[in-house]
């Protein structure tokens, strides 16, 4: 190894060595490479949870500052979770006490107090833990230099969550700059097993410095398979409530079951439901990130006292903290990413070197084989690998002015930097002075703010903020997480207040007084909303009226995909249950099954309407964009389409006309050409367009409760700027940004796109009788989404005719 | 032209898809809260810089409007700018835009909270304006009746199959209209908001907009 410094013994202080020695372990081999290649300006190290990757992170930061030497911050720490950050500071402190080092550490994320926070910027300790949002914020200031001027070392957590981010984009910005301040800092990231390494080292390390990787000992394959039950799972839906009974088996054999859903609304559907049927009283609680966080610390807390034995949660606890003794962790629903299903494995096991123990549970029988897809692809050790992207403008917008904020800057100095960071390195000299002009006059093609610029250039070139009192303002904004508009709920204030979690403010606005729905496991009777709070009642209801509320839709992976249409080029399939089998083969029988280079389309009339298939397997998002743009063309051609409904794989639409010829709808210039006029007017795009607008810093976040208690609405529609904009300023960069963030984003264009290119022309029409085996269930599928146009009209039309017929009012 | 006539204090009144109201007898023609400048004061009080074209935009529909109606008379019933140093850093294509419009006809600016002063543009300026037997003034005067006003900028909400949508409206009763505000970055209140409420006597009417070249739709206003 060409970076190894044989100055770096892998050798520890004798106060290291020998806290090690005292508790009997010894250092695992990656962590005394870690120590070995130390001097390396980039090391990236891959192991599974439980592998000590923290200590290995830190290690060499304690021997560096054993001696008490080093005046001021010497390690960064940057965590994607605040918690995390908090979670680290116990870990790492009680063994640095126990050793007798002098080494300061503490934490900054949003909840440290403001005065920690002036003090820490005087005077900082030796390991700062934070998160890129609090970073960001560090860097804005004008002392950043003083303060980061000693600093040798940046250790990024869970890098491989924030690599797919902006937070992760935000943050490789934020490092370029620390690079500046102190040359020489050495980077090093931690990262969970991913399909990709050298994608995640490419954004690590800085352009166009060398990224060692690690790759710890992987451990032992899971032990991971699928929960079978005796009643096979239903043709559709999502919940998994069919298994409930073999749920609850599992949890009383094993200690501690961690039972992840892919959404809010079913974690809270599924646990209702399993209160329904567990008689013996086992401690089982709710976790998600809708919940109130007094709610969500009552369960943590009881969690780590041991107290449950079971949680039933989402992603919200999905990275790395350490839940105590999990020994089984139960999947509901098809994963949909694998290397999402393998961190979530990884939780339940923080032991090194023992097999982690998870089971799946399908939700329904077309994800028995999504199920089985996942698996082989776990056991072949192949994860999902879609790291590689160009940096978001709307990112490096803010970044411009977090830098204005610092001080004054070089528009030359500025680049040369921001292409120091992987994600930027292709950004051209054009698009980044688009951008900077954005950041100081607004980026108009009509000059209105001569005037009120906000930044403006010296006469000695250098750019300046022009008012600097506008830099609170600024620093109030950082951050790129944009989350919907939420609204509290909470019990009325007769009934103590108590809050219960959030809920999201369109799914508020469709609330009438009455209606009850879930949340935190309870059902609750909207009574009305006060002060922008969703207030409710307590309810004897046992089932909720309205069901759901939103929650993020996960796409099935392309990976996956893939190796589901694999699955359906065998002959036969040994290894699914009989009734799964059946299926396929009734399906290749009376039409065929999906293959990846070719578009299998199935028409045919089911219940006096025309049907038609698409088996795109583009995931949900293109799938849904599919059925917006194929009903847009269908409406054109008076095809007279009456709605549609969108799944992982595939897309049905009904109408009042069979579709004819449908390569002629699924040609791919005809789809681009439907494509530009739709997205233009799309509330996608417009939802899009002001989350897009907030980061690049357009508009302002919205402050809780700020201008709207009075009702008066002193703020007025982001879809109103958005239209604006498109009517007199069609060219301007946040019009650009917003197509390319929304492509792939919630659009997902991109995806239909390359399933067209590799189609070509090789579509199957299969016109046919009567509904397919592999239609049937899109039939029960939720959400599916009516076309307002001219089938309306039409059907009107011939309501009024046959009523006139049967009054014998016309012959 | 897609409006919806309706009677007040005897008068037959158009309510426009814009939100403007045409008395067709007097061939009068009145928007209000037109907030002209609205992006130019943003700028200058908290540093954001917003698309700098509403003033156009705003313009562009009163132009249509008085291209549809042929007006003898105008009134702009009061915060017709966002603040008095917005009308004066009004462009100078915007000005002439404005003062081909005020051009051989009546036209009236009454005073509002925002823009309490006279502004160097041509046209009358005034407190308030009553014709015939109506009066034209920026916030409802509760002890008075036969008015026309704007300045809360009501809109109202309507559940339909589920969705909720919200629009712009002009609400009626028997004693006053309260126009929406006309310009094109203004937010609204609700008509079930205290204020309106109190205002406001039964049965009163919401006139929703839909949208441009959407015929307005009455409903019973929501309380």
New interface residues.
């Given amino acids: 190894m060409t970076l190894h410094d044989p100055a770096m013994s892998p050798d520890l202080p004798p106060a290291v060595e020998g806290w090690f020695t005292a508790r009997g372990w010894s250092v695992h081999p990656h962590q005394r490479q870690m120590l070995e290649l130390a001097r390396a300006p980039c090391q990236l190290l891959i192991a599974p949870t439980g592998g000590g990757k923290t200590m290995a992170g830190f290690l060499p930061t304690l021997r560096e500052l054993a001696d008490g030497t080093h005046e001021g911050l010497h390690t960064l720490y940057v965590s994607p979770l605040k918690a995390l950050a908090a979670d680290i500071k116990r870990n790492l402190t009680a063994p640095v006490e126990e050793m007798g080092l002098p080494i300061r550490i503490e934490d900054r994320t949003g909840d440290t107090s403001s005065h920690t926070k002036r003090r820490q910027r005087a005077d900082p300790p030796h390991i700062l833990l934070t998160t890129p949002e609090s970073l960001a914020l560090l860097i804005s200031y004008p002392d950043a230099g003083r303060m980061f001027a000693g600093l040798e070392r940046v250790i990024v957590d869970e890098v491989h969550a924030l690599a797919e981010s902006k937070r992760g984009d935000q943050l490789m910005l934020a490092l370029a700059r620390l690079s500046k301040l102190a040359p020489g800092l050495r980077r090093v990231g931690l990262s969970a097993t991913v399909e990709d390494p050298a994608a995640i080292a490419r954004i690590l390390a800085r352009n166009p410095d060398p990224c060692t990787i690690l790759e710890a000992d992987p451990g032992p394959d899971p032990d991971i398979g699928m929960l079978v039950t005796e009643e096979p799972p239903p043709w559709s839906g999502g919940g998994g409530k069919y298994a409930i009974p073999a749920v609850l088996e599992e949890v009383k054999k094993h200690k501690t079951t961690l039972i992840f859903h892919n959404t809010r609304a079913q974690a809270e559907l599924f646990f209702h439901h399993l209160w329904l049927i567990n008689e013996d009283q086992l401690p089982i609680g709710i976790h998600h990130g809708a919940l109130a966080r007094e709610q969500r610390e009552k369960v943590e807390a009881a969690m780590v006292a041991g107290e449950l034995k079971a949680i039933v949660c989402t992603g919200s606890l999905d990275l790395g903290i350490d839940w105590g003794d999990v020994d089984l962790v139960i999947q509901v629903g098809a994963p949909k990413n694998v290397k999402r299903l393998v961190q979530r494995i990884g939780r339940a096991n923080h032991r090194y070197n023992a097999p982690s123990k998870a089971l799946i549970v399908p939700a329904n029988r077309f994800e028995l084989i999504e199920c089985t897809a996942a698996l082989d692809a776990v056991r072949a050790r192949t994860l999902d690998g879609d790291t590689d992207h160009a940096g978001p403008l709307d990112v490096l917008c803010q970044h411009i002015l977090i830098c204005a904020c610092a001080g004054p800057f070089a528009a030359d100095d500025l680049f040369a930097e921001i292409r120091s960071a992987g994600a930027y390195t292709d950004l051209d000299r054009a698009t980044f002075d688009r951008c900077l002009d954005f950041c100081a006059t607004g980026g108009y093609a009509l000059r209105a703010y001569d005037q009120w610029q906000r930044l403006i250039r010296r006469p000695d070139g250098m750019w300046t903020l022009r008012d600097p009192r506008r830099a609170t303002r600024i620093r109030m904004n950082i951050g790129t997480i944009v989350d919907a508009d939420k609204m509290a709920v909470r019990y009325q204030k007769t009934r103590g207040g108590t809050p219960l979690g959030e809920v999201e403010e369109y799914f508020a606005s469709m609330l009438r007084k009455g209606d009850t729905f879930l949340i935190g496991g309870k059902i609750v009777r909207y009574e009305g909303m006060r002060d922008m709070v969703v207030e409710v009642s307590r309810t004897p209801y046992l089932k909720p009226k309205i069901a759901t509320f939103m929650g993020t839709k996960f796409a099935t992976s392309t990976q996956l995909s893939d190796r589901i249409l694999a699955m359906f080029r065998q002959d036969d399939w040994p290894n699914l249950p009989a009734h799964t089998r059946d299926w396929l083969h009734l399906q290749r029988r009376v039409s065929r099954l999906p293959e990846r280079d070719r578009l299998l389309v199935e028409s045919f009339p089911h219940d006096g309407r025309e049907h038609v298939v698409a088996y795109g397997f583009a995931g949900r998002n293109a799938q849904q964009t599919l059925g917006l743009l194929i009903t847009k063309r269908m409406e054109e051609m008076g095809l007279n389409p009456m709605g549609f409904v969108s799944t992982d794989y595939a897309t049905l639409i009904w109408g009042l006309d069979p579709p004819g010829d449908p390569t002629l709808l699924f040609s791919r210039d005809n789809l681009i050409e439907v494509m530009e006029d739709w997205l233009a007017d799309n509330a996608v795009m417009k939802r899009t367009f002001k989350a897009s607008a907030i980061i690049a810093g357009l508009i302002d976040r919205a402050m809780p409760g700020a201008a709207r208690k009075t009702g008066r609405q002193a703020t007025f529609s982001t879809d109103i700027l958005y239209d604006t904009l498109r009517k007199y300023d069609p060219d301007h960069v946040m019009l650009d940004i917003t197509r390319q963030e929304a492509m792939r984003g919630l659009v997902d264009f991109g995806r239909i796109e390359e399933m067209l290119d590799r189609v070509g022309d090789r579509i199957d029409h299969m016109r046919l009788t009567r509904v397919t085996p592999l239609a049937a269930p899109l039939f029960l599928e939720p959400g599916r989404i009516p076309i307002a146009g001219l089938a309306d009209q039409r059907l009107m039309e011939e309501e009024a005719t046959r009523l006139l017929l049967t009054a014998g009012l016309v012959k | 032209m897609n409006g919806h006539a309706f009677t007040f204090a005897g008068h037959s009144l158009t309510a426009l898809p814009s939100g403007a109201l045409y008395w067709a007898d007097e061939r009068l023609l009145c928007v209000s809260d037109l907030h002209l400048g609205k992006?130019?004061r943003i700028?200058?009080r908290?540093?954001?810089?917003?698309?700098?074209?509403?003033t156009?935009?705003t313009l562009d529909r009163l132009a249509s409007d008085i291209t549809a109606t042929g007006p003898k008379t105008v009134i702009c019933l009061g915060d017709s700018f966002d603040d008095l140093a917005a009308a004066e850093a009004m462009?100078e294509s915007a000005r002439d835009d404005l003062a081909r419009l005020m051009a051989g006809r009546h036209w009236v600016w009454i005073e509002g909270n925002h823009d309490p002063g006279p502004v160097d543009l041509g046209g009358t300026h005034r407190a308030d304006l009553t014709l015939q037997d109506i009066t034209f003034r920026h916030i409802a005067n509760p002890g008075k009746t036969h008015e026309v006003s704007g300045h809360y900028?009501p809109k109202a909400?309507i559940?339909a199959r589920?969705?909720?949508l919200s629009r712009r409206c002009v609400l009626v009763d028997g004693a006053r209209i309260i126009l929406p505000a006309y310009g094109?970055?203004?937010?609204?209140?609700?008509c079930d908001?205290p204020e309106l409420s109190a205002l406001m006597q039964d049965p009163a009417r919401a006139i929703l907009l839909p949208g441009p070249d959407r015929a307005p739709l009455p409903i019973p206003m929501p309380r």
């Fill in positions: 992006s130019d700028a200058r908290e540093g954001r810089l917003l698309p700098p074209y509403e156009r935009a462009e900028h909400r559940t589920g969705r909720s094109t970055y203004t937010g609204g209140l609700y908001r």
